[in-house]
Protein backbone atom coordinates (compact mmCIF):
# COMPACT_ATOMS: atom_id res chain seq x y z
CA UNK A 1 0.00 0.00 0.00
CA UNK A 2 1.17 3.65 -0.23
CA UNK A 3 0.49 6.90 1.67
CA UNK A 4 -2.51 7.92 3.77
CA UNK A 5 -4.40 4.40 3.97
CA UNK A 6 -6.00 2.61 7.00
CA UNK A 7 -6.37 -1.11 7.82
CA UNK A 8 -8.91 -1.11 10.83
CA UNK A 9 -9.61 -4.82 11.63
CA UNK A 10 -12.67 -3.50 14.07
CA UNK A 11 -16.06 -5.19 13.89
CA UNK A 12 -15.28 -7.21 10.77
CA UNK A 13 -14.03 -10.03 9.61
CA UNK A 14 -11.99 -10.14 6.16
CA UNK A 15 -9.01 -12.43 5.14
CA UNK A 16 -6.84 -11.32 2.27
CA UNK A 17 -4.80 -15.02 1.09
CA UNK A 18 -3.32 -16.34 -1.66
CA UNK A 19 -1.46 -13.11 -2.82
CA UNK A 20 -2.21 -9.29 -4.54
CA UNK A 21 -2.39 -8.63 -7.81
CA UNK A 22 -2.27 -5.09 -7.98
CA UNK A 23 0.09 -2.58 -9.52
CA UNK A 24 2.59 -1.84 -6.80
CA UNK A 25 5.73 0.58 -6.60
CA UNK A 26 9.42 -1.45 -7.35
CA UNK A 27 11.33 1.58 -6.95
CA UNK A 28 10.10 5.68 -5.86
CA UNK A 29 9.90 6.30 -9.49
CA UNK A 30 8.34 3.02 -11.08
CA UNK A 31 5.24 1.05 -10.84
CA UNK A 32 3.74 -2.01 -12.27
CA UNK A 33 1.73 -4.84 -12.62
CA UNK A 34 2.59 -7.59 -9.24
CA UNK A 35 1.19 -10.63 -10.14
CA UNK A 36 1.50 -12.96 -6.74
CA UNK A 37 2.71 -11.12 -2.85
CA UNK A 38 6.25 -12.17 -1.82
CA UNK A 39 4.79 -13.31 1.24
CA UNK A 40 4.63 -9.40 3.52
CA UNK A 41 0.92 -9.63 5.30
CA UNK A 42 0.83 -5.77 4.78
CA UNK A 43 3.80 -4.00 2.57
CA UNK A 44 4.09 -0.47 2.74
CA UNK A 45 6.83 1.38 0.08
CA UNK A 46 7.53 4.78 1.25
CA UNK A 47 4.56 5.50 2.20
CA UNK A 48 3.22 8.03 5.33
CA UNK A 49 0.19 8.56 7.16
CA UNK A 50 -0.43 4.60 7.32
CA UNK A 51 -2.64 3.14 10.32
CA UNK A 52 -2.22 -0.88 11.02
CA UNK A 53 -5.03 -0.91 13.83
CA UNK A 54 -6.74 -4.31 15.57
CA UNK A 55 -5.93 -6.94 12.80
CA UNK A 56 -4.86 -10.69 13.67
CA UNK A 57 -2.12 -11.61 11.44
CA UNK A 58 -0.32 -15.49 11.02
CA UNK A 59 1.12 -17.46 8.81
CA UNK A 60 2.85 -15.05 6.11
CA UNK A 61 5.15 -16.43 3.56
CA UNK A 62 7.66 -13.38 4.84
CA UNK A 63 7.07 -10.19 7.01
CA UNK A 64 4.17 -9.73 8.90
CA UNK A 65 4.76 -5.83 8.37
CA UNK A 66 7.00 -4.86 5.73
CA UNK A 67 7.43 -0.78 6.02
CA UNK A 68 10.24 -0.11 3.50
CA UNK A 69 12.27 3.11 1.42
CA UNK A 70 12.07 6.12 3.66
CA UNK A 71 8.07 5.21 5.07
CA UNK A 72 6.92 8.01 8.11
CA UNK A 73 4.34 8.28 10.56
CA UNK A 74 3.51 4.34 10.32
CA UNK A 75 1.03 3.58 13.23
CA UNK A 76 0.69 -0.29 14.44
CA UNK A 77 -1.58 -0.45 16.93
CA UNK A 78 -3.38 -3.56 19.13
CA UNK A 79 -2.55 -5.96 16.17
CA UNK A 80 -2.17 -10.03 16.86
CA UNK A 81 -0.03 -11.38 15.03
CA UNK A 82 1.11 -15.38 15.32
CA UNK A 83 2.66 -18.37 13.55
CA UNK A 84 5.70 -16.70 12.07
CA UNK A 85 9.37 -16.21 13.31
CA UNK A 86 9.20 -12.84 11.43
CA UNK A 87 7.35 -9.97 13.10
CA UNK A 88 8.29 -6.38 11.06
CA UNK A 89 10.98 -4.86 9.00
CA UNK A 90 10.75 -0.88 9.78
CA UNK A 91 12.49 1.62 7.38
CA UNK A 92 15.02 -0.83 5.25
CA UNK A 93 16.95 0.50 2.52
CA UNK A 94 19.79 -1.33 0.72
CA UNK A 95 21.64 1.81 0.63
Avoid at 3 to 17: L, Q
Avoid at 39 to 61: P, Y
Wanted: hydrophobic letters at 35%; aromatic letters at 8%.
Amino acid sequence: MNSFKTIDGRCATVHIAGGGNAKVRSSPRHYGWRTISDGDGVSIFGGNHVWVDQCSLSNCEDWFIDAIIGPTAITLSNNYMTHDDKVMVLGHSDT
